[in-house]
């Protein structure tokens, strides 16, 4: 008789690939947790977990839990180098993901009525996401972040909570990838130069207030999503729509991007990482289409 793998064991690998996404910018952990039929099961863990059946809730998150950490972590070295050596590969392949992810949003709003309230919210989302990006060249947004991190203030443990539950909302809105807002507003690298044995102490620290801020952000954004998607989704995803088209222009306009010395490699691999990244997002949008099931487990 064949055996069926324990579902800690199985949770603990739908982790792993919900990991890949978080850290990955462009891919959505709420849409991988989607595809793996995981979605309905995590959010309600966590809009149950502050009752009398603590616990229980808290054990069917662990495995996810543990299965997304052992994800991250195996993915922080590779991701470093590549910004370091291959930026605009790496950037490149993230705007694949991105645009190759735009169909799963719109497959939301398809056949609803467009009124002028959502179409307006489309278009701040487009234009606030967009200017993240020009502000941060104008601004040189990403010298003062490193020099945040270099001299390590007080008040970058607030703004790195902060970061963190706003980046969260990856992890629960199909579609949208929290890292890939990270990316944008310049903070993705620096955290993951967090990860460096260099003031191990301090670095621990600021990464333990960034993890009490997504996770706090998870159980908020959980529960305010669930709320929005559920009475409001048209309108809903009329703004995501609006933000994550504005990324791709902040994706590349940004003050990262201005600041690098592009080798010719990195210039020539760049398109084609793009079309990988579009391929990878577009099956991904596919396998949603043709499994409809899946759709209804997030409404």
Known sequence: MKRKMP?????????????????????????????????????????????????????VLIPFGIGAIISVAGLIIPFQYAFKYCLLTIVCLFAGLIVGSIPNITDNIKGQPHTKGKIIGFIIALILAGIIGVLSVIFKFGDTISNLFNDVPVYLYFILFGIGVIGATGLIVPGFSGSMLLLVIGFYEPILGLFSTNNLGRNIALLAVFAVGVLVGFIIFSKIMNHFLTKHKNGTYHVILGFVIGSIISIFINSNMFNYDYPLYDIIIGPFAFVIGLAISLLFVKYVRNHPELKDAEN
């Not at 978080?22 to 009752?51: C, E, H, R």
């Open 7 to 59: 579902t800690a064991l199985k949770d603990g690998l739908k982790g792993l690939a919900i990991g890949t996404a978080i850290i990955i910018p462009g891919i959505s952990g709420g849409t991988i947790a989607l595809v793996l039929g995981a979605f309905k099961k995590i959010v309600n863990a966590v809009d149950n977990l502050f009752t009398k059946n603590f616990w229980k809730f808290l054990l």
